[in-house]
């Protein structure tokens, strides 16, 4: 979380910092701030509490703001409230500004040893320690790499920083260990940022930093070295990330247009992975026959939206014979477990910076898991880098921080994998052929149910004053209704909790009552008799239920049970087709609320800490 910018130019550099912000706003948005080396020797800094729009105001009253060299941070409070006082950049001694993103372990014992050395701290932020530490190394005679090196020998945690010394404008150092960063080069300057998304507007000319790398940006030059100034030698890349792929457009909320591009980012993620009657094995990586062919079973690691992609997952490839287990990334780090033999372990995340995914995979490796799969929605990132075998996502830049079309195309991913292993089983009768088939008629099958909204904008209404709402299903619609349920309390702030149907007179029956809307979802599959029972069982007590239901299930309206029919769709694509009206239902509740959609309170869309 926190997004990191910064430049040096030949031009002021505030509508770079500026710009650059809004782009990094995703990862979080309770303050910002920026710093500038206003004439040699001298910052200008500027912070603000809330949204960046009141930074951008503060920048306005403040008149003229401007220098060539400068750092700026949007901030997802971890250590101290969001205040003006906690925001980045600190300031240590009026020389050094420092940006963080990440979390300093030990910044208690290295304030008690500061604060010996008689250094006053202006911050309740872990940040603030090591800024002093750099500059209490430089007071006692280090130049500024030095005092940078040796303070992140000192640090413990996991961190990307941008560094600025006042004495010396046209220069940034920028380190990182565990947080994504990379280092841009344009025509008119070099940056430094959390991701490409920041420096887009400048250039597309970057190079990924790895862990343990510190870059020393200068006009014309970046010179990347490790802790111990040996020189490391890093790719430069070009983005493929087009500008306007980032652009709101017509739609009122980033949300709304990623939930509307979803037959598109379907098609996109299919597009080169499939022929008329077979997956193509290869678009996972060369490696990817060799290693399938002996996976014995699969490990699932995933957190928050992704996470319930994988529980979908497990239905797939366990109908078609794979073991699979689907873990929580951050509870999967949490014990000893046996490691079971040839298990492929497929790490989902559309941002591929997720900590806890990330920090998953390695104790999975360490554990010695044979082989790792990444999918995943960003080129170059971590997880990306980290993982042998690859399936990208192409979802485009999703900003919205609920996830919508990035959990449709890693279902769409996983469904490629699941047909892969169906064919490696001899015992599995799924046909392949069919399959895709299913899959290539899905972006239009997506496309139609979208046409549902303004049925779903009615119902949003019943949400309007509501504190809670009860999701059920059953089988593999159930993380279906687990990823409903969070999409409504993330944006509309509605208290939701989704239940496999068959646990509902196990304990949640007793909430029911007129005033807990119960949603479902009833596709025509095996478990839809069970099903049937279990919404009686809610009429009966008085609840009211709204059920999308398959329209070949012939469920119909009546007293407290309201259904909306959904065209009729194979039972292999069905959680996909499902998962539309439910982000429909929570984008229109949360409207009707008013809240923030893109940017829900306390939340940020990759989440860098654990
Ligand atoms: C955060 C976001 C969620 C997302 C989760 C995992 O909690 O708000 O929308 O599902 O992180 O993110 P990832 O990038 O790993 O899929």
Known sequence: MCGIIGAVSNSNVLPVLLGGLKRLEYRGYDSSGLAVINEPGKFLRLRAPGKLVELERAVSANG?????????????ATHGPPTEQNAHPHISGGRIALVCNGIVENHEELR?????????????????????????????????????????????????????????PGRIIGARRGSPLIAGIG???????????AMIAQTRKFIVLENGDIADIRQGKIEITN????????????????????????????MEK???????????????????????????????????????????????????????????????????????????TSRKHPTPKNCLVVSLSQSGETIDTLTALDYAKHCGYAHSLAICNVPDSSLVR?????????????????????????????????IIMARKNSSSDLDEADSIRELRELPANVESTLELEPAIQEIAQQFANKQHALFLARGIHFPIAMEGALKLKEISYVHAEAYAAGELKHGPLALVDQDMPVVSVAPNDAQLD?????????????????????????????????????????????????????????????????????????????????
Request: glycine share 8%.
């Open 530 to 610: 069970k099903l049937k029972g279990n919404i009686e069982e809610v009429r009966a007590r008085g609840g009211k239920l709204i059920v999308f239901a398959d329209s070949e299930t012939r469920l119909s309206s009546r007293e407290n049970l309201q259904v909306i029919n959904i065209a009729s769709v194979e039972s292999s694509i069905a959680p996909i087709i499902f998962t539309i009206p439910l982000q429909l239902l929570a984008y229109h509740v949360a409207l009707i609320k008013g809240t923030d959609i893109d940017k829900p309170r306390n939340l940020a869309k990759s989440v860098t800490v654990e």
């Open 187 to 197: 025509e008119a300057g070099v940056y430094l940022a959390s991701d490409i998304s």
């Open 64 to 76: 003229e703001i401007s220098g060539l060299t400068g750092i700026a941070h949007t901030r997802w």
């Open 258 to 332: 990623e939930i509307f591009e979803q037959g598109q980012a379907v098609s996109d993620t299919l597009e080169g992975r499939i022929t008329a009657s077979r997956v193509l094995e290869a678009c996972f990586g060369t490696e990817a026959e060799r290693i399938f062919d002996k996976t014995e079973n699969i490990q699932i690691l995933a957190c928050g939206t992704s996470y319930h992609a994988g529980l979908v997952a497990k239905y797939w490839l366990e109908s078609v014979g794979m073991p699979c287990q689907v873990e929580i990334a951050s509870e999967f």
């Open 227 to 254: 802790l111990d100034g040996q020189l490391q030698n890093r790719d430069t890349r070009i983005s493929d990330l087009k500008p306007q792929a980032m652009e709101i457009g017509d739609y009122r909320h980033y």
């Open 112 to 168: 008690t040893l500061l604060t010996d050395e008689g250094m006053e701290f202006q911050s309740e932020t872990d940040t603030e320690v090591i800024v002093n530490l750099i500059f209490l190394h430089m007071d006692k005679g280090s130049d500024f790499m030095t005092a940078v090196r040796t303070c992140i020998g000192s640090l413990k945690g996991a961190f990307a920083l941008g560094i600025v010394n006042a004495d010396e």
């Open 386 to 418: 980290n993982s042998e075998l690859i399936l990208m996502t192409h979802a485009g830049p999703e900003i919205g921080v609920a996830s919508t079309k990035a959990f449709v195309t890693q279902l769409v991913a996983l469904r490629l994998l699941s």
